[in-house]
């Protein structure tokens, strides 16, 4: 055990801290470019000389780095406040899967675009009868010569509005039992009969969408694993996402609630000095002292061969919960001014008020709160599952609710 | 970087394992907890047999010196098995004040003795409730005696000797003391604590003869850093408990049946002990950064000994409890093996500072290291 960098890393540390510091974006640079213009520009730079997707093969963008070359590098690259955010499901979870279960010229098509930030991938999994249980989806796909006909609703899907790609998992048939009639395929957001509409979300934002499929068309060539095999497609889909959504240190973090807790006063007093509050912010740091390692530890048990496994789903259902309540605390100490959304009167520019009001999203999205603790206790500490309702039934005979 | 033990070390886990299921099984437990026995004299022989006491202790003083990174997985292990021995007092408090404010000297006369066994030392903090503070220190010392009463002391009644922490009238206003307990001026009395397998004691000091252990006036400071030290080797037996409190509960809840099928078929039950898996994980990767920063005399100690011990405080405490919920009637009875955790999360958790004075430490801990 050793927290500190050996040789090899300080000198791969050092490597990367310099390009970083040669190449970040200045804000001068950025000025007038939408978001994703910035971030694909940035990501392209990195891309360019080698700093993207640093642990994938070369041939595919990479530079094959290790897992521990990886931490240092996010922990280098979150040295600044670079312009991210629209490329975590193309490079986190599209490409493993393609990596996993894709052929040879679909890694040679797809893979370098992906790291590049050339092209921006969504996911079409969860549908209005398909979110927790998310194997009762509907959206069917019909063989027709050498493509397969689409028809049907995806819904909660980010990024749909600017992506080029999606993975997607439809039904082929109906009349087996769910997670049997499953096949995965990944498309060009832009065919004929793809029709996506905004959803606005309860932050006033519209990030996700609702996706239409109206007899869309799709070459057998992109289904990804055998017809019928879509469920473990997108189980290597699901574990990847758990690790790439992740801890949501960002944002307000123990460090955001210390400096508000120094600024505010309570009894004439700053906050830090009151011990409810030291007490609070003690035990979020724990929690967030606490990810970073297990994250590490998962990353050492990577770099000596081990997959990662369910326990990553730890991140996601420590992580949104604590932003939710930190947030809401961070509110609490500014009393009555806490409720005040505006970039220009509230403190820390609103971020309070924001990181609260889109923190439901993140107790959500990828698996509820009660879906992580479900796979923690299922698969790592081997409790059986609840008894099913629709199990062995055809998906056709499956009792259905009205919502 | 690298964030796991070594093969050696796992191995060593392994033989610790095996040999407290021989030695300490949940039979060995009770029979202490049924007894007036203040520890299990039987066991703590054994473990001084396999160099446990002598693990960091420099080989010049008759230790097998070897890191710190060794002695977290005994003290896991034994945080596992509940083991009933005087191993915290003993390694964690009096061996590691000696190793950092002994002199030659005492080094010499102690650390042998500690190694061996033949000498089992304990740490004297306490005067009764509320948090102790060298401003209201009450215990005093005038020219090698000590006068006072500290109360409770972790095997007060079976230790050779304590380290006293005492009023001074320099410097931070405490020195700590190395006091004999089988002397004409200390008398001890078994105090009954929650934990009927630990012993321990109030001890009165009359003008005890005792000896200086470090500077004068520099012993509130000493007093911290050693507290934060044993944090950390106290942090991992308690995850070494709630992981075993876990292990219980499943054990009990995939046998247990209610309406036709496992309890740990209910989502109570499970999203009740993927909460415990949740707290047990992350205070464990917490004690590896303590572990760490113990064995490499990281700056960092003092920050991550609090984040430690305060993630493990709330994780062994937690899974106790939720252990004997899982268990139902069952594990509210004298029979059932659930209250050995019950009864020992409790007490690690005040033992040495609970949950309030560690997060407030963290806290302090972290100011300083971003100021620094």
Redesign the interface.
């Known amino acids: 055990m050793d927290f500190k960098d050996s040789k090899d890393e300080a000198a791969f540390r050092a490597e990367a801290a310099a390009w970083l510091k040669d190449n970040v974006p200045s804000e001068e640079e950025l000025a007038g470019m939408d978001e994703i213009a910035a971030a694909k520009l940035w990501q392209k730079r990195k891309y360019d000389a080698g700093w993207a997707c640093i642990r994938w093969d070369k041939e595919f963008g990479g530079r094959g780095a290790n897992a521990i070359e990886q931490v240092i590098w996010n922990q280098e690259e979150a040295k600044y406040n670079v312009p991210a955010g629209f490329f975590v499901i193309g490079q986190g979870m599209a490409a493993p899967t393609l990596m996993t279960w894709g052929q040879p010229e679909h890694h040679a098509r797809y893979l370098p675009k992906l790291a590049s930030g050339e092209e921006i991938w969504c996911q079409l999994f969860s549908e209005p009868a398909g979110g927790s249980d998310l194997a009762a989806l509907r959206t069917k796909a019909e063989r027709d010569g050498d493509d397969w006909v689409i028809n049907g609703q995806k819904i909660w899907t980010s990024g749909a509005h600017y992506s080029d790609y999606g993975i997607l998992v439809v039904r082929t048939d109906p009349n087996v039992p769910k997670h049997k009639g499953l096949s995965y395929f990944f498309l060009d957001m832009k065919s004929p009969g793809v029709e996506i509409k905004p959803i606005k979300q309860l932050t006033g934002g519209a990030n996700f969408n609702e996706v239409y499929f109206t007899d869309v068309r799709i070459p057998d060539s992109q289904r990804l694993g055998e017809v019928g095999q879509g469920w473990q497609v997108a189980l290597t889909t699901l574990m990847n996402e758990r690790a790439a959504i992740g801890g949501g240190g960002a944002g307000v973090n123990v460090e955001m609630a210390y400096r508000i807790a120094n600024e505010v006063m309570i009894d004439d007093k700053p906050a830090i000095a009151d011990s409810a509050v030291r007490a609070k912010l003690a035990n979020w740091y724990v929690q967030e002292s606490g990810l970073r390692f297990t994250g590490y530890r998962s990353m050492t048990a990577m770099s000596r061969g081990e997959i990662p496994g369910p326990e990553n789903s730890i991140g996601k259902l420590v992580g949104a919960p604590k932003t939710q309540e930190m947030a809401s605390f961070c509110m609490d100490l500014l009393e009555m001014s806490g409720a005040i959304w505006d970039e220009q009167l509230s403190k820390e520019a609103g971020m309070l008020q924001l990181t609260y009001m889109g923190a439901p999203g993140g107790r959500i999205a990828g698996g509820t709160d009660e879906i992580m603790a479900n796979i923690i206790a299922e698969r790592v500490l081997g409790m059986p599952q609840e008894p099913r309702m629709d199990k062995g039934m055809a998906f056709t005979e499956v009792p259905t609710g009205s919502n | 970087?690298?964030?796991?033990?070594?093969d050696e070390q796992e191995l060593l886990r392994e033989q610790a394992r095996g040999f407290l299921a021989d030695n300490c099984p949940p039979m060995a437990v009770r029979k202490v907890l049924d007894s007036d026995a203040q520890y299990d004299a039987e066991l703590w022989q054994k473990v001084v047999e396999m160099g446990w006491t002598a693990t960091v202790i420099p080989e010049e003083f008759g230790g097998l010196g070897l890191s710190y990174?060794e002695l977290v997985v005994i003290a896991e292990e034994l945080g596992r098995a509940a083991a009933p021995i005087p191993f915290s007092s003993s390694v964690y408090l009096a061996t590691e004040a000696l190793l950092m404010l002994g002199s030659q000297e005492q080094k010499e006369k102690w650390l042998p003795m500690l190694a061996s066994g033949e000498a089992i030392g304990t740490f004297a903090l306490a005067e009764g409730n509320g948090r102790p503070a060298a401003s209201n220190l009450k215990t005093a010392a005038t020219g090698g005696s000590v006068t006072g009463r500290k109360i409770p002391v972790a095997d007060g009644g079976i230790a050779d000797f304590a380290v006293v922490v005492a009023a001074s009238n320099q410097g931070d206003g405490a020195s700590l003391h190395l006091v004999e307990l089988d002397q004409s001026g200390v008398s001890r009395e078994a105090v009954r604590t929650l934990d009927f397998t630990r012993g321990h004691a109030a001890i009165d000091f009359a003008n005890a003869q005792s000896e200086l252990l470090g500077g004068d006036g520099a012993g509130w400071a000493a007093m911290e850093s050693l507290l934060d030290r044993a944090a950390v080797l106290f942090a991992w037996e308690q995850v070494g408990l709630a992981d075993a409190a876990?292990e219980q509960a499943?054990d009990y809840?995939?046998g247990r049946y209610a309406f036709g099928?496992?309890i740990?078929?209910?989502?109570a039950?499970?999203?009740k002990?993927?909460?415990m898996?949740?707290k047990n994980?992350?205070?464990r990767?917490?004690c590896?950064?303590g572990?760490?920063?113990l064995?490499?005399g990281?700056a960092e100690l003092a920050l991550a000994a609090?984040?430690a011990r305060?993630?493990a405080i709330?994780a062994a405490v937690h899974a106790a409890e939720e252990n004997v919920q899982t268990h139902g009637g069952m594990g509210f009875t004298w029979e059932f093996d659930c209250q050995f955790y019950y009864r020992r999360a409790k007490l690690l958790s005040v033992n040495i500072g609970s949950?309030?004075y560690?997060?407030?430490k963290?806290?302090t801990a972290?100011e300083q290291t971003?100021a620094a």
């Open positions: 970087m690298d964030f796991e033990f070594s990174l876990l499943r809840a995939m099928r496992s740990a078929s209910y989502q039950i499970k999203h002990l993927a909460g898996y949740v994980t992350l205070a990767s917490n590896y950064y572990a760490w920063a064995d490499s990281s609090a984040t305060v993630g709330q949950e309030g560690w997060q407030d963290l806290i972290y971003n």
